[in-house]
């Protein structure tokens, strides 16, 4: 995505707004899909051990960070929420670990 930035950079006007904003929707989709599929790696973990308490916890975390994110009004607003979601998913997997079935 790095390059079709630079791509959007190297153009003026109207094209380069609207280079920028599909764009934006390119990277919102990834982010929203990746979230969607944390989601479903944390159901299919239930099938190992891991407890359907802590799935739907995780979910449920998930879910709000959508909402958040859908919200966000600003680059920087949408960054900590994907860095929030990387924090949420590194504490869900060490719990999830523990509960794993060998």
Same mark, same amino acid.
């Given at each position: ?13 109207? +094209?380069? &707004? ?11 989709? @990834? %982010?929203? =899909? ?5 989601? +479903?790696? &944390? ?8 407890s359907e308490e802590l @799935? %739907?916890? =995780? ?9 958040e994110y859908n919200q966000?009004?600003?680059?920087e607003q949408k960054k ?23």
């Open positions: 995505m790095a390059s079709q930035k630079a791509i959007c950079e190297g153009l003026t006007g109207t +094209e380069r &707004s609207n280079c920028i904003l599909q764009l934006r929707d390119k990277v919102d989709t @990834v %982010v929203k =899909f990746r979230l969607y599929n944390l989601e +479903e790696k &944390s159901e299919r973990l239930k099938d190992r051990g891991v @799935v %739907v916890d =995780f979910v449920s975390l998930i879910e709000q960070k959508k909402q966000a009004t600003t680059a900590a929420i994907v860095r929030e979601v990387k924090e949420l998913w590194q504490s869900f997997i060490t719990k999830a670990k523990a509960q794993v079935k060998a």
